[in-house]
């Protein structure tokens, strides 16, 4: 496993965990059970955590989204540096912590190698993990016993050491809000009493109860207040490198040649730009549509689901909030570094379409991708009122900002309620002159088209030369209902997915523009 220096410049440069930690010490051949602390995504609540665990002689491995880190919410490079500092490993996590098998090998690459680190859950995954340059990965969780289950089957009171296998290490699941002191303890007396092993727990946002998988501070710091005293039985705390490196001395590892760069993002091209914009492909038949992501924020409980109340085709996706005091659920293009997030060009908008059904208002929202890789908000709609029929809305994107090349954008909903979304777009309209703005967001161009009438009228109520401090003029609105007759006479049947003539709503409306903009002139040479 790896670990990223912290350097003046703000890079990443890789050397051996062996040498940043070989202060703590590794796992003997004599140790009956080891527990190691582990903290995923490098939420801003775990910087505490350094000075907790470090004040009590101990150690964790924190491991670290190298594209979530200085984002809101989320860890500097400086607090990455200062727990580094504090004698604890700083591991990785995936780039963007995508799942990497619902992703092509390419972008696996690309999440591994860039961050320096994975949760190997499969065997082309381990090998990506191995080429990479590490020595271990972390498995999911799940295969030992925890709270919340007996794990029947293939499960193990405690992972083995050395481990079966390196690149895919067994470790109970992630940590729970609901779960107690005792819940903790009994994890690790249960590997005490069955033998020993390696316990690796898996803590990630440091606050109360602010999340479904949070633990507050106070039972972290009387957990860590347990732990030491079981050193007289056996008991330790290790980081991950420490138990990987068994008994052997500290073993100085070169840096690794550099990665090489990642495929560019795929050109940017008339049509739509999302892939599976039918949510029909399922690859791996858990329910998410490939390329797309579940996400959402705050404080809520949800349920999704993939339902056959479709617009068109088999499938769409559907929400439930059955209770909320913050944040929102949201069904978005998977955030990931190439594969699947639309590439984008910054100075440009980009017309969004979804067809929904909801019994709560939804909205557009938008995530853009920097060129380092990392994910950030950007924007969002107005809200479009619930509806129980299918609908289809539609909203332009602010223009792109400067460093971006990908975006992500998706309905969402953040209030009680449920939400089904179909059949979406994400079309580049300088790029696709002569293309229909069709609805449906399949490939077959299912559906009615966008209302020409509605897109011109939008198009038109933001340009300047409209409704200026001289008011609007009779020329105008005779220009632009000209353009919008012509709109509705060339406007495509149900079904058609494209307009007679080669016309398209945006040529439409750059019609109107010019119509518009001869009869203000015009007017202008009348006065």
Known sequence: MRVPVHSASRSLVYTAVAILVANAGSASAGTQTVVTLGFDDATAGQFQVGAMVASRGLNATFFVNSGRVG??????????ATLQAQGHEIAGHTVNHVKLTTVSPDEQRRQICDDRAAAAVDASVESIVRACGYSSARGHGGHIPNPDSTCS????????????????TRSPSSILSTWTLADLQAMVTGAEQNGGGWIQLTFHKICN????YSTSPELLAAFLD??????????VVRTVAAVIQGGAPPVVIPPPPPPPPPPPPPPISAGN?????????????????????????????????RTTDAHSGGFAQRVQITAISSGDRKLVPLKDLASCAPAATPGKRYVATAWYKSTTPVRFAGYTRSTSGSWSWWAQSSEFPAVSTWTQVRWTTPAVPAGVNGISVGLSIRQLGSMTVDDQELLDPSASAGTAVAAGGNSAGTGASVQTASALAEIVSREPFLGEEDGENEDD??????????????????????????????SLALMALALASRARARRRIRE
């Open 71 to 80: 984002t809101s919410g989320h860890l500097t490079w400086d607090q990455i």
């Open 153 to 168: 089957g293939q499960c193990t009171w405690a992972e083995k050491i050395p481990p079966v296998d390196a690149f895919n």
């Open 209 to 212: 109860a602010c999340d479904t």
């Open 226 to 235: 347990w732990l030491p005293p079981r050193a007289a039985g056996g008991t």
């Open 273 to 305: 730009l999302l892939k599976n914009p039918s949510l029909e492909s399922d690859a791996n038949g858990d329910g998410v549509p490939d390329c797309w992501q579940r996400t959402g924020y705050g404080s809520n409980s949800y349920t999704w689901t």
């Open 477 to 506: 609105e005779a220009a632009f209902a000209e353009a919008t007759a012509f709109a509705e006479a060339t406007t495509p049947a149900a079904g058609t997915g494209c307009t007679s003539g080669g016309a398209d709503p945006v």
